[in-house]
């Protein structure tokens, strides 16, 4: 089955964002943009720079500004580059999902990665699925189906646990889902549909039930 559609898909950590998507990019045949892998490349080469030190704002915004941030968008298996640096298994460390966040709410970063995102759905001419925090309201509000994906608390932190497979304690993935929720929610509303975005609760949905609930959307 093949579908040229734009599907814009928000929700908190742990709502199964980037399983959907990528479900559903392969079984439509588009591509996948991961814009929450773009913010974690960010904050690897800020970290990077800062090396133990700390960057104000305007300084990490000017980085990220100049930053050559290769953004791969095969549904698979997306590999991320900043600089030159492949940091595809980089981001998903823990002590990027701790500092993420800093770096994910200065405004002027979103704005420039916003500013990319567009250009990147651009060049697919709009057969993307587009997966994030603010994506259904301030990336592609136009896009032809808009949906925000939520879950249980205790669901979501226990996919996160899986997804980090021993890498942080439970306590620490409690502490990121729910930290990260919080800074996040300052610069964007991933919690409440907009008018127009269909809300779908995968708590107690497979992955393939709720590709096949926002397929009956388009």
Do not use: W
């Amino acid at each position: 089955m093949t579908m040229k559609a734009l599907f814009a898909i928000d929700g908190p950590s742990g709502s199964g964002k980037s399983t959907t998507a990528k479900l559903l990019a392969n079984r439509l045949g588009l591509g996948y943009l991961d814009t929450g892998a773009m913010y974690r490349a960010a904050t690897a080469e800020v970290l990077r720079v800062e090396a133990g030190g700390t960057l104000a704002d305007a300084a990490v915004a000017a980085l990220v500004a100049d930053a050559d941030l290769v953004c791969d968008t095969t549904p698979d298996a997306p590999r991320f580059r900043i600089n030159g640096n492949d940091v595809t298994e980089e981001i998903r460390e823990p002590r990027i999902s701790a500092a993420v966040s800093r770096v994910a709410t200065i405004l002027e970063v979103r704005r420039i990665l916003i500013d990319r995102m567009r250009r990147i759905i651009d060049a697919h001419d709009r057969a993307i699925v587009v997966e994030g925090r603010d994506i259904t309201t301030v990336v592609a509000p136009d896009a032809d189906v808009r949906v925000l994906l939520v879950a249980d608390p205790a669901a979501r932190v226990a996919r996160r646990a899986a997804e980090v497979a021993g890498k942080a304690s439970a306590a620490e993935v409690t502490d990121q889902v729910l930290r990260r929720d919080r800074d996040d929610s300052t610069v964007s509303n991933f919690t409440d549909a907009a008018e127009g975005v269909t809300v779908i609760d995968s708590t107690f949905l497979t992955p393939d039930e709720v590709v096949d609930r926002i397929i009956s959307l388009a």
